[in-house]
């Protein structure tokens, strides 16, 4: 099993920072991708950033050119560095990651509990 904790939410101004975090433990042989998504409240959950193992990233739309996502390997955490944040990133951020474990080659993706940011207009 796979554990993801996260760390770094909470409350913010309109133009605010934040840095989020979130590390993995467990039978971790490898990790594939590790990323964040977000829901709002009556909203579905959506992708905000994600980072392949290879290096790539991806953004949404609405966060490029305000979030970056990064990862230590070593530390198997994923970062995510908010910048400029508005009342509309207000939400429940959740870590996300695939992952080659001990039980054998397939990748298994594991969810954190999640962490409150709430953007203050």
């Known amino acids: 099993q796979v554990r993801l904790v996260e760390s770094g939410g909470g409350l913010v101004q309109t133009g605010g920072s934040l840095r989020l975090s979130c590390t993995a433990s467990?039978?971790?042989?490898?990790?594939?991708?590790m990323g964040w998504y977000r829901q709002a409240p009556g909203q579905q959950r959506e992708l905000v950033a994600v980072k392949i193992s290879g290096g790539s990233t991806n953004y949404a739309d609405s966060v490029k050119g305000r979030f970056t996502i990064s990862r230590d390997n070593a530390k198997n955490t994923v970062y995510l560095q908010m910048n400029s944040l508005k009342p509309e990133d207000t939400a429940v951020y959740y870590c996300?990651?695939?992952?080659?474990?001990?039980?054998?080659?397939?990748?298994?993706?594991?969810w954190g509990q999640g962490t409150q940011v709430t953007v203050s207009s």
């Open positions: 467990g039978s971790i042989v490898s990790i594939n991708t």
């Open positions: 996300n990651g695939y992952f080659r474990t001990e039980r054998g080659p397939r990748l298994y993706d594991y």
